[in-house]
């Protein structure tokens, strides 16, 4: 529909003319992609009722955000009961016309190495995928050769060029497990680590309610991003953790992270975990310009006696 101004008044009326527009998502595939996400029907079935203008825009804002594969309710099955359900066949098999839309994924509860293994090996199937959140997963309950092991099945089926990689309740048996994990080749182009209560140590049992939990974590949440001025030469992730050999582990997560990828850091959000110290050095990250620092709590000095 297109606007005329109105006579005498400088105000603009619609015309009857309408003006036809390309539409790159046919209505029958539209249908489809609502078919197989069987999720937020009323938003998709939205999308196929916009103009088509901005149909494109409304797939991507409503599916081209996120796919979760949850195991959590499943982790007691064995890897083949596992395989057979329908939501890990969805995952490792998905719709052509689906796959290319999903930018976002998230891996929650991946208790056994071949589940992991299998998993990963299967995002090269979502092209466009940018962003990759690990959920709830023990390393520390694999062993050391592990990480080469997944290092090279992605080597047979490279995912695509991540950018952003986030971590929640991860464990890593040490500082070596936990570098040569995010330090993979296929993190190469990462240029922004979320980290919410990562730790050192075993996984904790969900049947004791984690009270058995012996894990070292420094920080609650600890965000770093990489944004260089285009001009600068400030070394990017993959640079730092390529030289990070003859590092000493200060015992924790967060600060390990600090000195090891501290000269590529520009942006850096903190959260402290309740009743620890994460003891920042300002010098480690000489490029940081951006630092939110959030407190959980904050003694008063002691007053002076009088």
């Known amino acids: 529909m297109t606007y005329l101004p109105a006579s005498n008044s400088g105000v603009l009326k619609p015309t009857s003319a309408i003006i036809a527009l390309p539409d790159p998502f046919p209505q029958e595939l539209i249908d ?17 009722l916009v103009s088509h203008a901005w149909r494109p825009r409304a797939m991507y804002h409503f599916v081209g955000g996120f796919f979760r594969l949850n195991l959590r309710s499943h982790t007691s099955k064995s890897g083949k009961i596992i395989r057979s359900l329908p939501e890990f066949i969805r995952f490792s098999s998905p719709p052509p016309h689906l796959a290319p839309l999903i930018t976002r994924m998230a891996l929650d509860c991946l208790r056994k190495f071949g589940l992991l293994q299998d998993a990963m090996s299967y995002l090269h199937l979502y092209p466009n995928l940018r962003e990759l959140s690990l959920e709830d997963i023990g390393f520390s309950d694999f062993s050391r050769p592990k990480i080469r092991t997944l290092s090279k ?20 048996s040490d500082w070596e497990q936990f570098f040569s994990f995010i330090g993979m080749s296929h993190f190469n182009q990462v240029t922004k680590i979320e980290m919410h209560n990562i730790a050192y140590g075993k996984r904790p049992s969900t049947k004791t309610r984690y009270s058995d939990d012996q894990a070292r974590s420094d920080c609650a949440t600890l965000i770093i991003e990489h944004r260089p001025d285009p001009d600068s030469d400030i070394p990017s992730f993959a640079t730092s953790l390529a030289q990070r050999e003859g590092h000493q582990s200060a015992g924790y997560p967060g600060i390990d992270t600090l000195e090891v990828l501290g000269e590529s850091i520009t942006d850096m959000i903190v959260e402290e975990k309740d009743y620890t110290d994460f003891n920042f050095n300002p010098h480690l990250c000489p490029s940081l310009h951006r630092l939110s620092w959030t407190f959980n709590h904050i003694e008063s000095p002691a007053s002076p006696a009088n």
């Not at 069987?38 to 939205?46: I, N, P, T, V, Y």
């Open 32 to 48: 489809r992609i609502i078919d197989e996400l069987q999720r937020d029907r009323r938003g998709l079935k939205a999308c196929s």
């Open 153 to 172: 099945t992605l080597d047979r089926s490279p995912p695509p060029p991540l950018c952003h990689l986030i971590l929640t309740r991860v464990y890593f």
